[in-house]
């Protein structure tokens, strides 16, 4: 099926998680607030059918890149790449494990839209749910298991000075920010959405 993002056409393979609108929020604070170039280099972690490493890339010249544990969100993407003439490129990893097995770069924006609903929000939204891959909500326990993994393991890969954005559930942005504040990050600043929901976090690595 093909959704549409930011103003482009997608392609979402049925069992890729369909991009939201509350997405646009996370892709939208990295463009107001970044001084992106085709030499700055960004990481997009969880990336989906990848809308918004491409969106970043196709808005500012950047080059991007995303990751993801899925093999079919990771062909969707490259073939989003492709059909956008985007300057962005994808590769299959799990984010809960050691990144250094695929990546050796830096990058000056880390970008991520993890799953962070817990099994019992899974449960009460089955309307929401339908339709899309049940990895791509569940987020552990207390929705946070993958912010918790990507807050430690992102200073290794960012240069100094870079900036990371997540998304999150607005009950989340407490402990999102304290648990930034924890591994090196500075100046977090909270984002909303068009009807005020707080929805995304930035953090600057100090």
Not at 17 to 22: M, T
Not at 144 to 159: E, G, S
């Given at each position: 099926m093909i959704k549409e993002f930011y103003g482009r056409k997608f392609l979402v393979a049925e069992e890729v998680?369909?991009?939201?609108?509350?997405t646009e929020t996370l892709v939208s604070s990295v463009l107001e607030n970044e001084k992106l170039n085709p030499k700055k280099r960004v990481l997009d972690l969880c990336t989906g059918s990848g809308v918004v490493a491409i969106t970043i890339a196709k808005?500012?010249?950047?080059?991007?890149?995303?990751i993801d544990i899925s093999q079919d969100a990771v062909k969707t993407a490259k073939i989003n790449s492709v059909n956008l003439n985007a300057n962005a490129d994808f590769y299959i990893m799990d984010v809960l494990k050691d990144w250094g097995?695929?990546?050796?770069?830096?990058?000056?924006?880390?970008?991520?839209?993890?799953?962070?609903?817990?099994?019992?929000?899974i449960i009460k939204n089955p309307?929401?749910?339908?339709?899309?891959?049940f990895e791509a909500f569940f987020g552990g326990k207390d929705g946070?298991?993958?912010?918790?993994?990507?807050?430690?393991?992102?200073?290794?890969?960012?240069?100094s000075g870079g900036k990371i954005y997540m998304q999150m559930s607005p009950d989340q942005i407490e402990a999102v920010k304290i648990l930034l504040g924890n591994n090196g990050f500075e100046k977090l600043h909270v984002f909303q959405d068009s009807r005020g929901k707080?929805?995304?976090?930035?953090?600057?690595?100090v």
């Open positions: 998680f369909e991009p939201r609108r509350s808005e500012t010249g950047v080059t991007a890149e995303g097995n695929l990546k050796q770069s830096k990058y000056d924006v880390i970008v991520t839209n993890p799953p962070y609903w817990t099994l019992d929000k309307n929401i749910v339908a339709g899309n891959p946070m298991k993958y912010h918790r993994y990507i807050a430690t393991a992102a200073p290794w890969f960012l240069n707080k929805q995304a976090v930035s953090a600057q690595l």
